[in-house]
Structures are given as C-alpha cells and as structure tokens.
C-alpha cells in the first residue's frame, strides 16, 4: 500500500514519545512536501489506458493505483510533469496552480 | 519528526540474531565454547584480534592499514579457520568499512572493524551516522599520528580529532588491557541505555606490536558476560522501519539531547561493567580513570593510553624516594570522568596532563578537559602541560621523572611555562 500522509499524526508531546535513535515506522509521513509546485498533473481518465508507465517513472512515488483510476497524491507531487511527459497517450496535463 | 509511539526504548523483543551473515555461515561453524582460559605471548595487536573473537562478532568489514593490519589479518585468519561463525568483508576503503558493517548493524548483527590515522579521519562522516544512529559498533583505532609530515608512528592526534564523532572513547594501557576492554566495549555499547557505539585506542606500535603475556578467557565465561546482541533497532519484516530518518529544526535538540542521556548512562554503565568484569576474571581498570597512588599525593600526573605502564614504574620509584606523587590514568576521553578531577583537592599541588596530542592554537587536549572539569573559583591546585610522544617519539622514564621534577618546583611555588614540550631538540 502506498504511504500516505497520516493526518492523525502528533508530534512527540514527551521524551517518552520521542524514537529512539533516528528510526521510525516504516512508511510514516508526516508532513506535506509539494509547496513549491507551479503546475499539476491532472489524469484525464477517458485517456488513460491504465500502463502505469508514469506510475513508474514518478521520481517521488506520487501516483496512486490503487482505486479503479490512476490519481496523483498532491501531498507529495512536485509538479516535475515527467510523468505527463512519458504518458504515451497525453492522458496527462499540466495545469497552472491557482486555475 | 516522526515516531510510531510503540518501540520507543529502541530495546526490546528478541534480537533474533537476523543476520544474513549468519544464514551463510550456518552449519559450518565450529564451536569453541568449552576453551579454557589460558595464557599466550602476544602483541597488543593479537591480543585485540583475540578479544574480537571472544566476543564472536557476526560481520567483520576491515580495511588494513599500518599499524592496525595485524588485528584484521589475524581476524581474518580466525574467520578463515571457522574459529566462530562470520562474514568477513575485505571492502575497499575505511569509509566503506564503516559503512557495511553499519549496514549489517541495521540487521542486528553485533559487528566490528578496525583502523588507524588516517582510515579513521577517512571514516569520520560514517562515524556520526553510526553514533546517531545508536548502532552498538565497536571500533579498534591503533593510535597514529596523522598526515602530514606523513609518519606511520604513534600518538594520539587521530582518536582525539574524532572526539566529537559520539563515540565513547577508551584508551588503554597494555595488550590485556586491549582484550580485556573490547569484551567491556561490547557490553557497554549494547546496554539499553547507552546503544552507543565504542571506539578502543591501542597506542600503534607501543602496544600494537610489543609482545607480553596475555591471559584469554575462556569462551563459556564471555559468553556468560556477554549474550548475544538483542535490539529493537533493527530492520525486520515483522516490524518494519525507517532507520537514519532525517530531523528537522523542530526535534533536533531533542535527538542530540538523547545522545547526550546516553552518555550520562554510559557513565553508570561503564563503572558497572568494569566491576562486574572484575568479578568474572579478576582484573580491574577502574571504569572511566584509575587513581594510582593518588591519597596523599602532592603532584600527580594525568595521562592516556599505554604511557601510563611508564608513569606507574616512575611514580613507584619517587615513592621509594619520599616523593609524594601519583597518577590519573584517563581511560575515557568521553564520556569525560568530569567528577574525578572536579574532586581533585589538597593535599594535591600541582597537577600535571602528559598529552600525546596537541590541539593548535591552544593546547593538549586532554589538559583543556582536565582544567575545566578542576575549575572552581579559588582553586588552589596549579597546572602544567606535557606535550609528548609525538609521532611515535618514546617517551622514557627520565622524561617522566623530570616531568614530576617540573611539577614539585610549580607545588613549591616557583613558576613554570604553563604549555611545555618534552624533549625538544631546542628550547
């Protein structure tokens, strides 16, 4: 299962809560880290096929697969736009933050 | 900063030994377990290797290097020889060295490697990741002097640039002592509170190539005082996670607060451990520092490392001659024994630190420690500073002599150069 931003999350209230070491639960996000992005990848469905080839190159692992259609996780997307680059069916635009 | 608010102690559940070093070796391995103890004539170098082996580390990675290259191949002659069960990585550098057997450390593996001079400032940048990280690894430096002028010979300006690394540091004085003290290192390392990872400093060539009788535990007795690595801080299936996460501004000083806990504990730890390795095999080296001779003592003389088998035979035959005078054997640079000399009082006098290292621009390492941890307004004892021993230079019986002789005319009120080189050419 893909990680997700864990919005029940709390910071160590305590130095019994703090973990030991630098170690952490596996997979445990907490913060948003996408601030900077200009412009957003938005999945046209009615074009996608489904090849999960951006699924594959997303350097951050912000393409979510696992409902029924491909979505972007813009708590974590950069706004790079390889995978509307790679898409081999331009199923993927690039749109201005803000619009 | 993350946390998954269960496993916080780090230390807990069973270790399990997941080793993959340990699916390699299975099935080959003999046992040693009912060696007795025995005496054998060996350098300090040999002597470490076969206190390493006592404590059957489960991953070795080494890179050689003068004058640590005899502890590694004697390891690697032990691994060879299936003496206890083990991978031995040949890597090709100290940093690489540093960072496979943090790599098996991940795995909970108890693990080990060696280096010197130079391999040792190569490894700094692993050597903070591993402290952080609060891996138990266990380090032998051979002390060296470091390039340049390029010199394979001893002191100690390579372990004491690294003292801010979080590693515990301990310096020793012999070849048992060698043994004696990486059997200590591994259970201090990997007590609960400490999972701090240990650094002993062998002097290169005065102890890592000088022969001496050595006494080896048997198996069964360092198995009994040291059982197998267990820890929660570990990768695993069952409990997956992210180990040397990054920590932002917000909980940095809360994770280096830790560290310095730790410490603290470590301290605890280290004196305990000493007594109970007392107990078990019947030599004693006074956790953090040793006080030789020190009760009613009027100039003592604070050192490091193997010297102070010198310092003990002066301060014996200026005792036969009336002289009051002592030793302060510092066996850990840090944790620092801060009390030991904070309750350094008269009779006391003058108080001399023999540093076989010298921080530029100011003075003998050690010295910095010993008079900050003595300050306190009004302090009456005065100080001195020896600086000696550099690059393998031997320091002898006479220069020791005439370090106590500078010390009783400073007691006596007469004034003396506060930073002093012993045995320059010219002065």
């Known amino acids: ?34 601030g900077w992005r200009t412009f957003r990848p938005v999945i046209d469905s009615m074009k996608c096929v489904h090849c999960l080839i951006c699924w594959v190159c997303c350097p951050d692992g912000a393409i979510d697969r696992e409902g029924r259609e491909l979505s972007v996780d813009y708590d974590y997307c950069k706004g790079c736009g390889i995978c509307a680059h790679e898409c081999p069916r331009q199923a993927i635009s690039m749109v201005k933050e803000g619009k | 900063m993350p946390h998954d608010g269960k496993n916080q102690s780090g230390v807990q559940e069973q270790g399990g030994g997941g080793c993959a070093a340990l699916s390699v070796c299975q099935g080959k391995a003999e046992r040693t377990g009912s ?27 080494a890179y050689p290097i003068t004058p640590q290259t005899t502890l590694v191949e004697r390891l690697s002659e032990f691994v060879a020889e299936r003496a206890f069960p083990c991978k031995y990585l040949l890597v090709e550098s100290e940093h690489s060295a540093m960072a496979a057997v943090m790599g098996a450390a991940m795995m909970g593996s108890r693990v080990f490697t060696a280096t010197s001079s130079q391999g040792l400032l190569y490894m700094c940048e692993m050597l903070s990741y591993v402290s952080g990280s609060r891996y138990p690894i266990v380090l032998v430096n051979a002390n060296r002097a470091t390039a340049t002028p390029w010199n394979i010979f001893g002191d100690q300006r390579d372990s004491v640039a ?111 451990t000493d007594e109970d390795f007392a107990r078990k095999f019947g030599r004693k080296y006074y956790g ?140």
């Open chain 1, 1 to 34: 299962m893909k990680p997700r931003l864990n919005k029940d999350y709390r910071l160590p209230a305590s130095e019994e809560e703090m973990t030991f070491g630098t170690a952490c639960a596996t997979g445990l996000l907490t913060a948003v880290n996408s």
């Open chain 2, 288 to 427: 953090m520092a040793e006080r030789y001779r020190c009760e009613d003592a009027e100039c003592v003389l604070a050192v490091m490392g193997s010297v102070a088998g010198t310092v003990r035979t002066v301060v014996d035959r200026l005792r036969t001659e009336g002289k009051r005078v002592g030793m302060i054997k510092v066996r850990c640079l840090r944790p620092f024994p801060r009390a030991l000399f904070a309750a350094q009082e008269a009779p006391c006098k003058a108080l001399g630190v023999l540093d076989r290292n010298i921080s530029f621009g100011y003075e003998g390492a050690l010295y910095t420690e010993a008079r900050a941890a003595m300050y306190r307004p009004g302090a009456s004892i005065r100080t001195l500073n020896f600086i000696a021993g550099l690059g393998g230079r031997d320091i002898s019986r006479s220069d020791i002599a005439l370090m106590f002789e500078k010390l009783a005319r400073l007691a006596g009120g007469s004034f003396e150069e506060e930073l002093q080189y012993i045995g320059l050419r010219w002065s």
């Open chain 2, 162 to 272: 690294m003292r801010d690394s979080g590693w515990i540091q301990f310096y020793v004085e012999s070849g048992q002592e060698s043994l004696d003290t990486i059997i200590q290192a591994y259970r201090v390392a990997e007590h609960p509170e400490v999972s701090t990872p240990v650094m002993v400093n062998i002097d290169g060539f005065t102890l890592t190539h000088t022969y001496d009788l050595v006494n080896i535990p048997g198996q069964e007795a360092v198995d009994a005082f040291l059982p197998p690595l267990k820890t929660a801080n570990r990768l695993s299936l069952e409990n997956p996670r992210s180990l040397s996460i990054n920590i932002g501004p917000d909980y940095h000083l809360e994770s280096r607060y830790q560290e310095q806990k730790a410490f603290q504990a470590a301290e605890k730890v280290i004196a305990q």
């Open chain 2, 35 to 61: 060696e007795r103890a025995h005496n054998q004539f060996l350098s300090g170098n040999e002597a470490a290797a076969e206190g390493v082996r006592l404590c059957r580390p489960q991953v070795i990675a």
